[in-house]
């Protein structure tokens, strides 16, 4: 494999021994485009980069080779129609193989791409080009985001406008090669808005070193090799695609397999690309996993599915459990940011426990901070997820929020990098995710995670969808709410409420237990998938939802909401 030469060693006998040695070597001007794909092209160059299908029928194979000279003609395009060193690029490409080329081809160039995803509205548009001083817009037309690009640029810009089909045309029409421009490591090589779930979206900027930071990503969390075919789901507009579609999956000499489907997604469109291309390796959020569990799997052969891994959100144990019965692979649970690589993760020397997100990645020094900053040495006491970076940052961890040093300052302070997520270290050292800081519930004196109450309500029969928040109430401050979408079949009723009470009581402690539940039909989520819980708690301060103690139910506007009686803290 690639990796190897930017490693002492790539086998391990411990977990110990691959913290210690596991550390990447960083070479002086690295450019993963010049140093990684041209080399692999020139040694090996028949060997495939890319298994790229769409759901019409349309099918592509790219080699190392192919890649590379791609990459050279587009460079050349790029530069022809005015692109140069440091210009943005916003790229909307859906999952188009376009998209791969454009990024080495931008790597070379020096340019920097800021992928976005397709599902982006005129506003949304307009916000990140006034953010990162777009220079050019490359998209490709799936009939609504080229007119919401055009709704987006102001009148009197100079941003120019590139079609993908220019991109296909660029690489048949130019020449095949490109003289390398150099770069310095510490050069901005991409960035990437946060799916901004909390706040507007921040951008998210990597250097040139960024794609050995995946070496732990592709290497020793998703375990492949040069006999992989590797699919993670995720679209080219989020991070997950660097984690899982490009530069970790390369330097293990993986094949990346991609699925462009125009319309949303089925079990049976994820379960028919697997058994047919002969999938050994999968990723996707713990969404896509309950879609294939409530699909009639035994339909397909995944004999040759080996390796599967999730992150995006938390786990939740029996989503574990029901695919390791369906198909005896334990899923490997990873977890990081944009604004890294993976930083906890299940790996080979451990055996997984359901729900955690594993150990640190090796050259991440994780530490959970109280809060007051200080490090937090005892097992099953929560605390933020840290990385110490006052002696040197770990290979991956992003370079700053760009072109605002503030936010920067307040991400990386004394010493550390706060990731602003919650979590909890057992007696083995597993780290257990309890949720972001400003998702946390204080009730009666007690810290309440919003997953931790999720993870048993998800399990009762009735629940397809939850998210919980909290709500003022007059005598513990907060209280404990649960915005349910229930299964087919199930309707909103005070007994379904006093069932639903009960399964949480019977499995977890009396205050942890909603005392308000709401019915809908569907939840907040972001562009990404992730659930808005800042945006019901808007919505509820806006509904002036609260408890009021004398009463004992809810006083509030909110159609389907129901009280939650007096026994609720028995």
């Not at 920097?112 to 817009?137: C, F, G, M, V, W």
């Not at 070193?209 to 590797?230: K, V």
Request: hydrophobic residues 35%; proline residues 4%.
């Amino acid at each position: 494999m690639f990796a190897s030469r930017f490693l002492t060693k790539t086998k391990f006998e411990n977990y110990d021994d691959y913290i210690k040695n596991a550390i990447p070597i960083i070479p002086e001007n690295f450019n993963f485009a010049y140093d990684v794909i041209d080399v692999i092209a020139s040694e090996t160059p028949d060997k495939n980069a890319i298994l790229w299908v769409n759901d019409t029928g349309d099918s592509k194979t790219i080699t190392f080779k192919e890649l590379s000279e791609m990459s050279n003609t587009v460079a050349n395009f790029l530069s022809e129609r005015g692109i140069k060193r440091n210009d943005t690029v916003l790229l909307f490409l859906r999952r188009r193989w376009e998209y791969w080329v454009l990024m080495m081809a931008m790597h070379k160039l020096g340019a920097i791409p800021i992928p976005s995803t397709n599902q982006l509205k005129s506003e949304d548009i307009r916000y990140r080009i006034k953010a990162s001083d777009t220079h050019t817009i490359i998209a490709f037309d799936d009939g609504t985001i080229i007119n919401e690009i055009k709704n987006a640029i102001p009148q009197d810009s100079n941003i120019q406008l590139i079609d993908c089909t220019e991109i296909s045309s660029a690489c048949t029409r130019y020449p095949k090669t490109f003289e390398r421009i150099p770069n310095e490591n510490t050069d901005t090589m991409v960035v990437y808005f946060t799916s901004g779930t909390t706040d507007n979206p921040k951008m998210v900027a990597h250097n040139y070193t960024y794609p050995l930071g995946h070496i732990n990503t592709a290497l020793f969390w998703q375990r492949l090799n040069e006999n992989d075919i590797h699919f993670t789901l995720s679209e080219s507009g989020w991070a997950k695609c660097s984690w899982g579609k490009m530069y970790g999956q390369w330097l293990a000499g993986a094949t990346v397999f991609i699925f462009d489907f125009s319309r949303v997604f089925t079990a049976r469109d994820l379960l028919s690309a697997i058994s047919t291309h002969k999938i050994t390796s999968f990723c996707a959020p713990p969404t896509a996993y309950k879609m294939l569990l409530n699909a009639n799997m035994s339909k397909y052969d995944l004999t040759s599915l080996t390796k599967a891994d999730v992150a995006g959100e938390a786990l939740n144990p029996e989503v574990y459990e029901r695919f390791f019965e369906r198909t005896g692979i334990k899923l490997h649970e990873g977890f990081g940011q944009t604004e890294t690589c993976v930083m906890l993760f299940n790996n080979e020397w451990i055996n997984p426990k359901p729900g955690a997100m594993g150990m640190p990645s090796a050259g991440w020094n994780i530490q959970l901070l109280d809060e007051r900053g200080r490090q937090i040495s005892e097992s099953n006491t929560v605390g933020e997820i840290c990385v110490f970076i006052k002696d040197k940052k770990p290979t991956g961890l992003f370079q700053g929020y760009h072109k605002n040093e503030k936010q920067t300052a307040s991400a990386n302070r004394d010493g550390y990098y706060h990731t602003g997520d919650m979590a909890y270290r057992d007696n083995d050292g597993y780290y257990w995710f309890v949720g972001r800081n400003d998702d946390m519930i204080k009730t009666s004196g007690y810290r309440v995670s919003p997953f931790e109450v999720e993870s048993v309500l998800i399990e009762h029969p009735s629940v397809r969808e939850v998210a919980v928040t909290g709500i003022p109430d007059k005598s513990r401050g907060m209280a404990v709410k649960a915005t349910i979408v229930l299964n087919k079949y199930f309707q909103p009723t005070d007994a379904l409420v006093r069932q639903i009470q009960d399964h949480v009581k019977s499995r977890t402690a009396h205050y942890k237990c909603p005392r308000v539940i709401e019915f809908t039909e569907t939840l907040p989520m972001t562009i990404s998938g992730k659930i808005r819980r800042a945006l019901i708690r808007t919505l509820d301060s806006a509904k002036e939802t609260l408890v009021d103690p004398i009463k004992e139910n809810i006083v509030t506007p909110i159609k389907n909401t129901i009280g939650i009686n007096k026994d609720t803290e028995k």
